[in-house]
């Protein structure tokens, strides 16, 4: 009898032993990943451009949800460790999870499907707050991102919150740099050639004087299906953002010179349809 209870004694405190062990591996390896991720954090807020305090929530959103995760994996699996020492079948257990895991996934494929977009939205910088973009259908500027929507207020003030998950193809007029082009319709009477150098002057001029303008102007000459007049076309490459500021400053440039050269032609902004100063006074409003 005495013996029976000696081996009891051991082989209780052998199973003790190892999910002491198991729960202190578990423990380690959950400090072990806050740590990583804490210097990944670091390293996301050195990067350049994420001074701002949209990139810094970035961040941190990025690195407490990938914390959180794997936490929430390592617990699991050291609970199904210690279920397994202590001799208890976890087939049942499994087989629970897994249909109420069905069922989960069933009902929550939107969300999730929401939320693994806007995990690659955050991770790739693809947008931040005051960037103007057309996403999900909208034109206009980004005031806030979450991990499941975007906020993106249109040039008549309209507020629309888009599903991540329904962001489709995103373009970004504010990212690295910009363009801004003005064009004019010549007439039959004038020179396309001259009226192409009347715009390179003017391009140049306003380089000179804009900081915002970083490159050379391009100007060039199309014939458009379906036109008799060609078009000759101006573009500064500019700051990212200030593209329709410095196009409203072109166009006034453009036909004040062509005026000057006694030349009548018809000059147009080619950018997106709202002035991003409009859009500033209706986000504040």
């Known amino acids: ?3 029976v209870d000696t081996q009891l004694l051991v082989t209780a405190s052998t199973h003790f032993v190892k999910i ?12 072990l990943i ?41 617990a699991v ?44 939205v955050l991770v790739e910088d693809q947008f931040g707050v005051g960037d103007v973009v057309k996403a999900g259908g909208v034109l206009g500027r980004v005031v806030k991102v979450t991990l499941r929507t975007t906020h993106v207020r249109d040039e008549e003030g ?4 888009i599903p991540n998950g329904s962001l489709g193809v995103v373009t970004n007029y504010t990212r690295e740099w910009s363009r801004a082009a003005v064009e004019v319709a010549v007439p039959a009477e004038i020179r396309v050639d ?18 915002d303008v970083l490159a050379e102007p391009d100007v060039v000459a ?24 410095v196009a409203t400053v072109l166009h006034r440039q453009v ?5 000057e050269k006694g030349l009548d032609a018809q000059v147009s902004v080619v950018s997106p349809s709202f002035s991003l100063d409009e859009l500033s006074r209706l986000e504040d409003a």
């Not at 249909?99 to 929401?114: C, I, M, N, R, S």
């Not at 309209?158 to 919150?161: N, R």
């Not at 001259?194 to 900081?211: F, I």
């Open 1 to 3: 009898m005495r013996l």
């Open 20 to 31: 002491l062990l198991i729960v202190a591996l578990g423990y380690g390896t959950i400090r």
């Open 34 to 74: 806050g740590v990583s991720i804490g210097r990944l954090e670091k390293r996301l807020l050195g990067r350049p451009g994420w001074e701002a305090d949209d990139r810094v929530q970035r961040a941190r959103t990025i690195t407490r949800l990938l914390q959180s995760v794997a936490q929430f994996t390592v």
């Open 77 to 120: 699996v050291v609970l199904m460790m210690v279920l397994s020492e202590l001799k208890i079948d976890i087939g049942p257990v499994l087989a629970g999870l897994g249909v109420v895991g069905l069922a989960l996934g069933f009902g929550t494929q939107t969300l999730v499907k929401d939320a693994v977009s806007g995990l690659f």
């Open 158 to 161: 309209a507020l629309h919150v």
């Open 194 to 211: 001259t009226v192409a150098d009347v715009l390179r002057e003017a391009g140049e001029k306003l380089r000179s004087e804009d900081a």
């Open 222 to 245: 199309v014939l458009r299906k379906g036109q008799t007049s060609p078009i000759v076309r101006l573009s500064l490459r500019t700051a990212p953002g200030r593209q329709w500021q």
């Open 255 to 259: 036909r004040a010179a062509l005026k």
